[in-house]
């Protein structure tokens, strides 16, 4: 079992460049997460989707979007990529349940550049 | 691999000895709370988690304490190994109906284990 897995690992763009980062789960879990990571900053959640065929916006979801038309695919569009974008992208998933077993694993991440 | 937050806390701590990270939070509607280990170039990685209707929680080599009168969690590791060099996040989560896991990260302390 992969758990969570995203593409690229990493990725220098130029800017005003579409990019899709991939992430796939084989956990089954209903919830899936995009988060980014800046130095010296916490994670910051992008969009979610709490099952196939929704989703919603996090905190910071500007310039993003996000799809989820299985369980298992949440990719991450940037459709003009702007050097502040530049960032390690998380994908995360949970089951979603309200209990403990709703705690999110991680997948490795994605390091993107825009220049 | 990378590191992430260059400007975060460090705790330095002889192998070892016992580490105590701690964390302040702001949502008093949380229903749990979980601490993230954060290996370099990896993504954060479940250690433990404790309901808000708890006080304490122990695993392995490590234990969780919640103070709800002053919004405050630590995470203590028992006899630090090497191989707890990493950055410690704790994140608290709020389940929103509507909206599945609302998590909301704090800013991370490194840990770094003298041998």
């Known amino acids: 079992i992969a758990g969570i897995t995203q593409a690229p690992t990493s990725q220098i763009l130029a800017a005003g460049r579409r990019m899709t980062l991939r992430c796939t789960q084989d956990m089954r879990h209903n919830a899936m997460y995009w988060y980014r990571q800046d130095l010296g900053l916490g994670l910051r959640l992008i969009h979610y989707?709490?099952?196939?065929?929704?989703?919603g916006k996090g905190e910071v979801p500007d310039g993003y979007s996000v799809s989820r038309a299985n369980t298992d695919d949440f990719p991450l569009t940037l459709a003009s990529a702007v050097p502040s974008q530049t960032s390690v992208y998380f994908c995360a998933s949970s089951d979603v349940g309200g209990g403990t077993t709703d705690t999110q694993y991680f997948g490795p991440g994605t390091r993107l550049t825009v220049l | 691999g990378e590191s992430v937050g260059l400007h975060l806390p460090t705790l330095s701590v002889q192998e070892g000895d016992n580490s105590i990270i701690n964390c302040a939070y702001s949502?008093?509607?949380?229903?749990?709370f979980i601490w993230y280990k954060q290996e370099s170039g990896k993504g954060p990685q479940f250690i433990i988690d404790?309901?808000?209707?708890?006080d304490k929680r122990q695993g392995q080599r490590v234990t969780v304490l919640l103070n709800k009168t002053v919004k405050h969690l630590s995470l203590q590791i028992a006899a630090t190994q090497p191989g707890d060099s990493a950055v410690y996040f704790c994140?608290?989560?709020?389940?929103?109906?509507?909206?599945?896991?609302?998590?909301?990260f704090g800013g991370g302390t490194r840990v770094l284990v003298k041998p």
């Open positions: 949502n008093s509607a949380s229903d749990y």
């Open positions: 404790i309901r808000s209707n708890m």
């Open positions: 989707s709490n099952t196939a065929g929704t989703t």
């Open positions: 994140a608290e989560n709020q389940v929103i109906k509507a909206a599945g896991n609302k998590l909301t």
